[in-house]
T-cell receptor, first 114, second 112 residues
Framework: NAGVMQNPRHLVRRRGQEARLRCSPV?????VYWYRQLPEEGLKFMVY????????ESGMPKERFSAEFPKEGPSILRIQQVVRGDSAAYFC????????????FGDGTRLSIL | DAKTTQPPSMDCAEGRAANLPCNHS???????VYWYRQIHSQGPQYIIH???NNETNEMASLIITEDRKSSTLILPHATLRDTAVYYC?????????????FGTGTSLTVIP
């Protein structure tokens, strides 16, 4: 998993607070993907971004969740007013391009809601 | 949505070849087959991918049947560190989406 850096590795929030998860893609990669993994389940796609553009957000919950990938800096997944059900591991992946390029994953952020 | 079928679990003796099967009978002509694995508490690790020809890299070999309806991932000499959940994924052109669909995978246990 060398290359994709996610921070923090662990994040604890109380219900109603905001959570910000950061992802720095592999150097040279301009495509970023966010996935969520609930306990004992497989990864579920959330959103696909290129620099300054959201390409596909079909997996994002309609409320409280947002993502960005600015021209400079890491991609951010933001969860407002967190609830217990948001507790999960959130993984970021990057690729050099879209299409058939394999995605390379970071080691995730484990979000726990008290 | 996973479009693939894998056995839920398998065991393999250390030092032997691990052969992990995957059925993808509805695969279309422009869809690739990808394999990832996830070791507990880590992110998925890319292993290999292919379209129709067999592929080999430093980690594994991918054998795709001629009709492309199934494939096998081969770890030639399994070690204890290969114990993980292995995911077989099919993914095609931009029109079918950019995301990977992770099913439940195969939990491989390498036995000493």
């Amino acid at each position: 998993n060398a290359g994709v850096m996610q921070n923090p590795r662990h994040l604890v929030r109380r219900r109603g607070q905001e959570a910000r998860l950061r992802c720095s893609p592999v150097k040279g990669h301009s495509h970023v993907y966010w996935y969520r993994q609930l306990p004992e389940e497989g990864l579920k796609f959330m959103v696909y971004l290129q620099k300054e553009n959201i390409i596909d957000e079909s997996g994002m919950p309609k409320e409280r969740f947002s993502a960005e990938f600015p021209k400079e800096g890491p991609s951010i997944l933001r969860i407002q007013q967190v609830v217990r059900g948001d507790s999960a591991a959130y993984f970021c992946a990057s690729s050099r391009a879209g299409g058939y390029q394999p995605q390379h994953f970071g080691d995730g952020t484990r979000l726990s809601i008290l | 949505d996973a479009k693939t079928t894998q056995p839920p679990s398998m065991d393999c003796a250390e030092g032997r070849a691990a052969n992990l099967p995957c059925n993808h009978s509805t695969i279309s002509g422009n869809e690739y087959v990808y394999w990832y694995r996830q070791i507990h508490s880590q992110g998925p690790q890319y292993i290999i991918h292919g379209l129709k020809n067999n592929e080999t890299n430093e980690m594994a070999s991918l054998i795709i049947t001629e009709d492309r309806k199934s494939s096998t991932l081969i770890l030639p000499h399994a070690t204890l560190r290969d114990t993980a959940v292995y995911y077989c994924i099919v993914r095609g052109s931009e029109s079918t989406g950019n995301q990977f669909y992770f099913g439940t995978g195969t939990s491989l246990t390498v036995i000493p």
